[in-house]
């Protein structure tokens, strides 16, 4: 069987309450069609904190939704995200991709926090800078023999930027074997921060928009990804999310679940006071503004660049005003992203509202799904 660069693959999001499918065709250079589209919830104790606890529940819940969404292709592209990821912008002087790919196997110890042994490792060279003779790279093996090659190759100080990726194989393992169980067949395993900008690039040019935050809202992590010009510049997970908000309601108003969900988008009964809802939502999110807040200071210690814009995505973007909370405390533009509005949606095969309520929380299944792959 051959799947050809045009072929799209079946793009799996496992998150901590639902799973989410996307199906993609390329009908020209960059434009998409969706053509297959669906979610499936999960119980709550089958994935806790990016863990997946129970995984036969998983894979049962993922088996019929491809049911469900009569997917055909066996090809499929996933991700990760989470403590499990690793990803640092380091400098190196300039070499070869295969160069570079040697010395990093031998020196991203120093570098990542797992062991060495326990990691698949990849990086991309984002591209040539200028530094004086006298920096040091921030990889560097400390041999003699290299101090001599650098001197004789490295004389003006030529360097380049690299960001180093470290995932742990066991989340990579954690996620291959469920889509295996499901009789899927994993051509791509990628990281969440890499699909939002993707998913981003349906509808933004993120190379003139300077510095932003890309931040995704999930219910379990809230995803901080600081792009510059078009390229990562930091991403940080914080281990709070739209899950805290969800008990936060179930406990003030005693309501079941399902009930918090109509609530966070502004529909509740009269019994409930609006008022006391924005309460209850500016609690939960305070914290997360607030580590926020921490990480766009610390950026700019490192960088020396402020964040111009704010685009949301994720479960969370979805709570009515909450694009305007963000932007009153940060005292930055904030808007909702809608990668939807890139794809082309023909209204017979889909409900146009429907996708409109769920395009929040398919970001990151939209993003993977704008990949393609050979395979024989």
């Known amino acids: 069987m051959f799947l050809s660069k045009k072929s799209p693959l079946v793009a799996i ?64 592209v996933s991700a990760v995200a989470g403590e499990a990821v690793f990803i640092k912008k380091i400098k190196v002087p300039v070499m070869s991709e295969e160069e570079l790919s ?63 990726v470290a995932v742990q194989r066991e989340v990579i393992d954690e996620r291959t074997d469920i889509l295996l169980e499901a009789d899927l067949k994993p051509a791509i395993i990628d990281l969440d921060v890499f699909a939002l900008m993707n998913a981003a690039r349906l509808t933004t040019d993120l190379s ?13 992590f809230t995803h901080i990804n600081i792009i510059q010009d078009g390229t990562m510049g930091y991403t940080r997970d914080i281990p709070v999310g739209g899950g805290y908000l969800t008990n936060l309601l179930m406990t003030k108003f005693r309501i079941p679940f399902n009930q918090t969900l109509d609530i966070k988008r502004g529909k509740f009964s009269s019994d409930i006071k609006e008022e006391e809802v924005i309460e209850v939502i500016t609690r939960a999110y305070k ?69 409109d309520e769920m395009s929040g929380l398919s970001t990151v299944a939209l993003g993977l799904a704008t990949r393609r792959f050979d395979y024989k």
Do not use: W
Not at 208 to 220: C, E
């Open 287 to 355: 914290k997360v503004l607030d580590e926020v807040q921490k990480s766009f200071d610390y950026f700019g210690t490192l960088s020396d660049h402020q964040i111009e814009r704010v685009l949301l995505c994720g479960g969370g973007s979805m709570i009515r005003g909450l694009d305007g909370f963000f932007a009153n405390h940060l005292k930055i533009p904030v808007e909702v992203l809608d990668p939807m509005r890139g794809v082309k949606i023909n209204p017979k095969n889909f409900d146009q509202s429907l996708i």
């Open 13 to 76: 999001d496992i998150g901590s309450s639902s799973i989410k499918l996307v199906q993609l065709t390329e009908f020209k250079e960059g434009q998409y069609e969706l053509i297959r589209f669906g979610m499936m919830p999960l119980d709550k104790e089958c994935i806790v904190e990016g863990a997946i606890k129970k995984p036969a529940l998983v894979t049962e819940a993922l088996k019929n939704l491809l049911k469900a969404e009569k997917i055909q292709s066996r090809y499929a």
């Open 102 to 164: 040697a010395k990093i196997t031998q020196e991203a110890e120093q570098y990542i926090p797992f062991d060495i042994d326990d990691v698949a490792l990849d990086f991309q060279i984002l591209g040539a800078i200028h530094t004086d003779k006298e920096d040091e790279s921030e990889l560097d093996d400390g041999s003699q023999d290299n101090d001599e090659q650098k001197e004789d190759s490295n004389e003006e100080g030529e360097m380049m930027e690299a960001l180093l």
């Open 208 to 220: 003139s928009m300077g510095t932003i935050a890309l931040i995704d809202l999930g219910d379990s």
